[in-house]
């Protein structure tokens, strides 16, 4: 056999037999299929579950001159959710009464049972949920003393320019509580320092009956304690959207009795 025969022989035989290599031993999968898949952006996306925030709440006023009782009505507000969520959260639930310990006793926090304090040319401002005698109170629903930032202060929704404008008072940016104000009619100098997350859309009689009380006030707008003039959140809560009224789902509780009215101090309102 010649030299370059043997060498051609050797050759082949060296070489690994490689017919084999990609198939399968047993159950497993071919190299190709157990390589990972390639993401397809064509796949749907699930929607995320979404939230129903309720959009409106009411506010019902109750009069008080000495003994005597008048009940002057709804106020009913469309809460501005979708750029003031914070703001809306926070009323809807002092509206709904929130559940708070204190000292292995749980009670229910919220603006039922407190009072209008003060009666202005342009707004009243009610919402002390802290009871102090000055109302300076600044508890949210977040917490007691727990204040938050200011939403949309430079696109509201609902502008000043009318009655029926919600807001929070507040005592500098980013302080804002429970306290609240409603315009009794045009305020714009009131936009981008206080935070407008509602507007009324139910009760104009009644905010026409609260300026009338406003003869009452002292030069400040404070309503005397000792006057026998006072205005009591004597109910609050949610509005269904599909039937007129108030929710019937909100929560109930007993009217807080006229002298559970925080008494006149001082107190941090819009100012003209």
């Known amino acids: 056999m010649c030299a370059c025969r043997l060498w051609t022989l050797k050759t082949q035989r060296g070489k690994p037999d490689k017919s084999n290599i990609h198939k399968p031993k047993g159950n497993m999968p071919p190299v190709e299929s157990r390589q990972k898949p390639q993401k397809d952006d064509s796949a749907p996306i699930l929607p995320?579950?979404?939230v129903v925030v309720p959009t409106r709440v009411f506010v019902e006023l109750t009069y008080y001159e000495?003994?005597?009782a008048a009940l002057l009505g709804q106020l009913e507000f469309e809460l501005n959710v979708e750029k003031c969520p914070k703001a809306s959260e926070n009323f809807r639930?002092?509206?709904?009464?929130?559940?708070?310990?204190?000292?292995?006793?749980?009670?229910?926090?919220?603006?039922?049972?407190?009072?209008?304090?003060?009666?202005?040319d342009f707004m009243f401002q009610a919402g002390d949920i802290s009871g102090k005698e000055d109302h300076s109170g600044q508890d949210s629903s977040f917490g007691p003393g727990v204040k938050f930032e200011d939403e949309a202060l430079l696109g509201h929704a609902t502008k000043t320019n009318k009655a029926g404008a919600l807001g929070y008072a507040n005592s500098g940016p980013n302080t804002n509580a429970s306290q609240f104000f409603v315009t009794l009619g045009p305020a714009p100098w009131l936009d981008k320092h206080y935070v407008i997350f509602g507007?009324?859309?139910?009760?104009d009689d009644v905010l026409q009956k609260v300026a009338e009380i406003r003869r009452y006030t002292d030069a400040r707008g404070f309503l005397?304690?000792?006057?026998?003039?006072?205005?009591?959140?004597?109910?609050?809560?949610?509005?269904?959207?599909?039937?007129a009224g108030p929710d019937p789902s909100s929560p109930q509780r007993a009217l807080s009795p006229p002298h559970a009215i925080p008494e006149k101090g001082k107190i941090t309102t819009p100012r003209k």
């Open 199 to 203: 507007e009324l859309v139910s009760g």
């Open 93 to 120: 639930a002092l509206c709904v009464g929130v559940p708070v310990a204190d000292k292995k006793v749980t009670k229910t926090v919220g603006y039922k049972g407190t009072g209008v304090v003060r009666i202005r």
């Open 48 to 50: 995320r579950p979404v």
């Open 66 to 68: 000495g003994d005597q």
């Open 224 to 243: 005397p304690p000792k006057g026998g003039h006072t205005i009591v959140i004597s109910n609050c809560g949610t509005v269904s959207t599909t039937t």
